[in-house]
Every structure is written in C-alpha cells, then in structure tokens.
T-cell receptor, first 110, second 118 residues
C-alpha cells in the first residue's frame, strides 16, 4: 500500500540555519507529492507540491524535488526564520488515496 | 473566499459521552474529507463525501463513528460513545470537482478540532 515516512522531530534550529526535513514514500502508482505546514493555532496549509518525477515545488523559500529513483521528497530551506516554526507534514495522493507522514515539529530560535 | 471552517476548535468530554464535530467546506466544493491525527502520529484518512454521498468510508475506525452530509453542504462527525483512544485532532478538508476546474490533488484543510476524551 501507499505510505509516507518523514524524519522524526522535533527539530530545533537557530535563525538563518539550513533546514532539511527528509521524506520518503511508497506508492503503487504515480503519486503527487506535497508538503503541508501547520502554524500554531491554524489549520493545515499547502506549502508546495510536485506532480511528477524531477519536478521541483517551491514556496516561501522552501523547496522539494520529486526524486523517483530514491522515492524521496525532502524539504529544504536555505535560511530559516523564527516565523517558520510550525509542524511540517509530507504527503502523497495516488488515485484519490491521500497519505500523510507523522509530521515534524520545527522550532526556530532567534 | 472563506476557507474550510470547523467547530468546535476544542472539545473535552468524558468517556461514554457523545460529541459532534462540524465541518463547513468551501462553498461549491463537492468533495469533503475527514481525517484524524492521534497522539502526534500521522494524519489518517477517515472518509470522503461527494456531495451528500459517502464515496469512501474505509478509514472509519468502527461503528461508534457516524458521518453525515445532509444536503451536500456541511458535514457532521459524531462519536458515540466516545472512548479514550478517540482523542486527537480531527481535520476536515474540501476540494472542487474536476468538472468545475478543480485539480485532482488539491485539498483545502480546516483548522481542526482537538478532541480530548477523559
């Protein structure tokens, strides 16, 4: 079946540090891949997505590349800010079946 | 355009009581989904409505959970009787039908309802 595995948190970084949150997936078909973010007190928001192999999704300085050969979709940001503190979820959708990772809590300290 | 809204934001009940969660999707979205995140684990699918019909309810954990979407607008999720393991955050999401310009993979999520069963 389909599944998503992402690195466990929590992750604590200093402002302007480089961020990587690893995400790998298992899918029977050709899924679309997503990163969602949940800021404190808010709902899930779509951060970025990629719909096919080698696509790069990007938004707000975050990037993730759909790597079919390694079945990965790692989230990166070159310089994090305090306002990036949130829980990040990797997800896939394959023929209407949506699966999420367990979420990674990121805390950025000034 | 208003987003997906959920009510209440928090609910604390005792084991054996009944709780009803409500979700109002984005206006015009035929697809409505319920998900649950238990104890910091992954967000799991519960069920999917297309208008008022249940398209897929394979994720519903047991018959203590009842979801309805009368009239194809808002949806309710009732837990009766609630058990300790039902505690978690319940998310609702909606998406537009492909025939009306929706994309097949974009779901818009609400803020969630945090349910605590004591």
């Amino acid at each position: 079946g389909n599944s998503v595995t992402q690195m466990e948190g929590p992750v604590t970084l200093s402002e302007e540090a480089f961020l990587t949150i690893n995400c790998t997936y298992t899918a029977t078909g050709y899924p679309s891949l997503f990163w969602y973010v949940q800021y404190p007190g808010e709902g899930l928001q779509l951060l970025l997505k990629a719909t096919k192999a080698d696509d790069k999704g990007s938004n707000k300085g975050f990037e993730a590349t759909y790597r079919k050969e390694t079945t990965s979709f790692h989230l990166e940001k070159g310089s994090v800010q305090v306002s990036d503190s949130a829980v990040y979820f990797c997800a896939l959708i394959d023929v209407g079946d949506m699966r999420f990772g367990a979420g990674t809590r990121l805390t950025v300290k000034p | 355009e208003a987003g997906v809204t959920q009510f209440p934001s928090h609910s604390v009940i005792e084991k054996g009581q009944t709780v009803t969660l409500r979700c109002d999707p984005i206006s015009g979205h035929d697809n409505l989904y319920w998900y649950r995140r238990v104890m910091g684990k992954e967000i799991k699918f519960l069920l999917h409505f297309v208008k008022e019909s249940k398209q897929d309810e394979s994720g519903m954990p047991n018959n203590r959970f009842l979801a309805e979407r009368t009239g194809g607008t808002y949806s309710t999720l009732k837990v009766q009787p609630a058990e300790l393991e039902d505690s978690g955050v319940y998310f609702c999401a909606s998406s537009q039908d492909l025939a009306f310009g929706g994309t097949p993979d974009t779901q818009y999520f609400g803020p969630g309802t945090r349910l605590t069963v004591l």
